[in-house]
């Protein structure tokens, strides 16, 4: 049964491009589109290096010219990044949904923060100058993490 896989063709100039063919998986063949057909011609015509990988359950697949517009899938050389690898760019170049997570998560910890601080007013029994600082102390954090989520929460 022939489905849909993504293909990413990469080159030296920079040049990257993204698309879709059709994956014959009992085979394990891919048929390229006429685009990316003509993109990678252009390619060898300039003398250019470049790669061209499929992309299937979260690998990356180097493929090899078959024959024509269809190229095998080279499952031995399969690589998937990490999980810390993919933890950290979550956390570095964040996409504009986790952006948008991080700041309801964000306005949820403003949120207990400012219950924290009336919970502990209500309880104080006698006020010093710990028992006041540590009322300040939530009320900063519950307005920053307010601040931080609704930077966060902004769309683009």
Request: glycine share 10%; aromatic share 10%.
């Amino acid at each position: 049964m022939t489905r849909l896989i993504k293909v990413t063709f990469s080159a030296t100039s920079g040049e990257e491009l993204h698309g879709r063919a059709e994956f014959e998986r009992t085979q394990g063949l891919v048929t390229l589109p006429q685009r990316l057909l003509a993109v990678i011609e252009k390619a060898r015509a300039e003398g250019e290096g470049f790669e061209i990988v499929a992309h299937d359950n979260g690998y990356r697949f180097p493929l090899i010219h078959h024959q024509a517009a269809t190229y095998r899938m080279d499952k031995g050389g399969g690589q998937r990044d990490g999980f810390f690898y993919l933890a950290w760019k979550a956390i570095i170049e964040p996409s504009k949904d986790q952006r948008q997570q991080y700041g309801r998560f964000a306005h949820t910890l403003s949120a207990a923060a400012l219950i924290g601080l009336v919970g502990y007013f209500k309880t104080v029994s006698s006020w010093s100058l710990h028992a006041a600082a540590d009322v300040c102390g939530l009320l900063m954090a519950s307005v920053v993490l307010f601040v931080v989520g609704a930077v966060l929460s902004k769309g683009d």
